[in-house]
């Protein structure tokens, strides 16, 4: 059974100070792994896809990675705006286009 | 450009009530789905469908039920609503190609 956690549940930055948001995941035959962003009331939005051990993709301040077990989710010198719910999430070799999240991690950006 | 359209977007029903969910998107998106969200559980897979006529079970089916009959539409109903299905639902969309989802804007439920 494929299954994704996220830690922290929670994370508190302050304006430009950098951190990592850690997704580890177990799955028998990736297909890829996913990144979404959630502002409250919203539905999730797709940030990055991730196919391979030692991938990374970059979109503004953010950088994703991947390993064999987990992926990062990197935001550099962050902004109030990139407060949000970050959302990870696998897709199995044999699951068509279904994915299996996490619970997700909230970050909020004081500034 | 609407994308994957959900109504209604907040609901209140009494415990035994039925009702309908709306989805419906403007991308000719074969693949469907509907999930659910609850606190510290993340989204979970109710049901999907790959194309027009055919439909299957997710993750967590019991209670509610799905058809397909368009490409555009892929309705989730709600049989006899209990307060374990207070939640906040999404329905989500793609290419069967292409593995990136769309997702409306959520609907929440509540159930007293």
């Known amino acids: 059974e494929d299954q994704v956690t996220q830690s922290p549940e929670a994370l508190r930055l302050q304006e430009g100070e950098s951190s990592s948001l850690n997704c580890s995941y177990t799955v028998s035959g990736l297909r890829g792994l996913f990144w979404y962003r959630q502002d409250p009331g919203k539905g999730p939005e797709f940030l990055f896809t991730?196919?391979?051990a030692g991938e990374e993709k970059e979109k503004e301040r953010l950088k994703a990675t991947l390993t064999k077990k987990e992926s990062f989710l990197h935001i550099t010198a962050p902004k109030p705006e990139d407060s949000a719910t970050y959302l990870c999430?696998?897709?199995?070799?044999?699951?068509?286009?279904?994915?299996?999240f996490g619970g997700g991690t909230r970050l909020m950006v004081k500034p | 450009n609407a994308g994957v359209t959900q109504t209604p977007k907040f609901q209140v029903l009494k415990t035994g009530q039925s009702m309908t969910l709306q989805c419906a998107q403007d991308?000719?998106?074969?693949?469907m789905s509907w999930y659910r969200q609850d606190p510290g559980m993340g989204l979970r897979l109710i049901h999907y469908s790959v194309g027009a006529g055919i439909t299957d079970q997710g993750e967590v089916p019991n209670g509610y039920n799905v058809s397909r009959s368009t490409t555009e539409d892929f309705p989730l109903r709600l049989l006899s609503a209990a307060p374990s299905q207070t939640s906040v639902y999404f329905c989500a969309s793609s290419s069967v190609g292409a593995n990136v989802l769309t997702f409306g804007a959520g609907s929440r439920l509540t159930v007293l």
């Open positions: 999430a696998v897709q199995h070799n044999n699951a068509g286009n279904m994915l299996t």
């Open positions: 991308m000719n998106h074969e693949y």
């Open positions: 991730l196919y391979s």
